[in-house]
Each structure stands twice: as C-alpha cells, then as structure tokens.
C-alpha cells in the first residue's frame, strides 16, 4: 500500500558516516511507526531504529550513541544518519512503515552498506 525507495548507501572506511533516506508514498506524520532494519549475509533482519508517530525513537543496543534516525514530515522522507561507522555495520539496509497495523509494514527494497577497514 505504501511505497517506499531508500537511497544513500555505499562503501565507506571505518570511523566515516553515511546518510540513508527512504522516500515514502504518504503523509508520513501520520504513520503509526517507521523504521530502518538490516540484514547482513546469511543472518535474520535486525531491527536498527525506529521512530513512532509521536516522534519517540527506539535504537538497537549495537548502534546507540552512532546513528540518528530523523524524519521530515514536508518531504515524506525518513533519515538515518550514521556515524562512526564499523565493518559489523555492513548490511544491506531496508526502510520499513506501518501506516496503520504493525501487522502490515510496508518495505523498501534494500540499500547496500559496506564499511572497509
């Protein structure tokens, strides 16, 4: 129902910084929850942030203190900025939004990170 493109991925070195942007077909303040997973090869898709419609925003333990992830609600775009970056980093990142339902996400088609050391 929504549609959802991410952008901003890349190949970086340890310690530098990307900024991911995910594009959504909605009014996004109006989003019950959105978000950023990643998968890393062979692994289960890891829930990394998420920011709910009042504007709280959840971090998984391994990246608090280094991402940041925003949303600009003129724009219909949701951010993550990383910093700090590290080769565990490296995943292929997926924008995820729960218009209504957490039941029923809507997700992007991935964007590939690759932190070098």
């Known amino acids: 129902q929504v549609q959802l493109v991410e952008s901003g991925g890349g190949l970086v070195q340890a310690g530098g910084s990307l900024r991911l942007s995910c594009a959504a077909s909605?009014?996004?303040?109006?989003?019950?929850?959105m978000g950023w997973y990643r998968q890393s090869s062979g692994t289960q898709r890891v829930l990394v942030a998420s920011i709910r419609r009042s504007g709280s925003t959840n971090y998984a333990d391994s990246v608090k203190g280094r991402f940041t992830i925003s949303r600009d609600g003129a724009k219909n775009m949701v951010y993550l900025q990383m910093n700090s970056l590290k080769p565990d980093d490296t995943a292929v990142y997926y924008c995820?939004?729960?218009?209504?339902?957490?039941?029923?996400?809507?997700w992007g088609q991935g964007t590939q990170v690759t932190v070098s050391s």
């Open positions: 909605g009014s996004i303040l109006t989003f019950n929850g």
């Open positions: 995820f939004a729960a218009p209504g339902s957490y039941s029923q996400l809507s």
